[in-house]
């Protein structure tokens, strides 16, 4: 089965500083791979995919995630936070072949911005 | 274009009890995926429909059941509530061609809180 591992349940970052979040899956093939963003009382909004192709997508609002095959891998990244990113990150696969809205969730990792 | 709506937003019931929950999907996507968020989870697949079908289903018992409208629009059904039902519910509609989805575009969530 499936699985995604964020090992970091909340990190604090200052505002101007860069940003890593990790994220770690387990799956017998190479899946889709997603990271979504969730603000406090709302859905879930997309900040980037990886499908195939080049293993370092660029997303929205600055962020940027590199797949790496061999350590099963994609983490988030994002050079200079913002105050307004504040809010919970997940991470999300779902098999190749198959589609996205079957995906399976990381448990977030909830980023605070210190002024 | 109008977004992903759930309703309600909010929603207390008592243990036993029967809820439905409902969600309008994007302007021209024909998937529905629902997952259940409890606190400090990520989100986890419950089911999927298609064309008016369930087209996969999470680790969910048979009280948790749906239905798609000939519009795309979405149920959610829990009989026999439980405690543990209490979370947030999202909707994800997508739109299907072939076998693979394009973006999840989530709604809101409706909040459950069963006493």
């Known amino acids: 089965a499936q699985s995604v591992t964020q090992p970091d349940i909340h990190i604090t970052v200052s505002e101007g500083a860069s940003l890593e979040l990790r994220c770690n899956y387990s799956?017998?093939?190479?899946?889709?791979l997603f990271w979504y963003v969730q603000s406090p009382g709302q859905g879930l909004q997309l900040l980037l995919k990886?499908?195939?192709?080049?293993?370092l997508v660029q997303g929205i609002k600055g962020f940027e995630a590199e797949f790496k095959r061999s350590q099963s891998s994609f983490n988030l990244r994002k050079p200079s936070v913002h105050w307004s990113d504040a809010a919970e990150y997940f991470c999300?696969?779902?098999?190749?072949?198959?589609?996205?809205?079957?995906?399976?969730f990381g448990d977030g990792t909830t980023l605070t911005v210190k002024p | 274009e109008t977004g992903v709506t759930q309703s309600p937003t909010h929603l207390i019931k008592t243990r036993g009890q029967q809820v439905t929950l409902r969600c309008s999907s994007q302007?021209?996507?024909?998937?529905v995926s629902w997952y259940q968020q409890a606190l400090g989870q990520g989100p986890q697949f419950i089911f999927q429909?298609?064309?008016?079908?369930?087209?996969g289903r999470g680790n969910f018992p048979p009280r948790f059941s749906g239905l798609q409208f000939p519009n795309y629009s979405s149920e959610l059904n829990v009989n026999a509530l439980e405690l543990d039902d209490s979370a947030l519910y999202l909707c994800?509609?997508?739109?299907?061609?072939?076998?693979?989805?394009?973006?999840?575009?989530f709604g809101e969530g409706s909040r459950l809180t069963v006493l």
């Open positions: 429909y298609y064309r008016e079908e369930e087209n």
């Open positions: 994800a509609s997508s739109s299907r061609t072939g076998g693979n989805t394009g973006e999840l575009f």
């Open positions: 302007s021209g996507h024909n998937t």
């Open positions: 799956y017998g093939a190479t899946p889709y």
């Open positions: 999300a696969v779902a098999p190749v072949n198959t589609n996205a809205g079957k995906s399976t």
């Open positions: 990886y499908f195939s192709g080049d293993t």
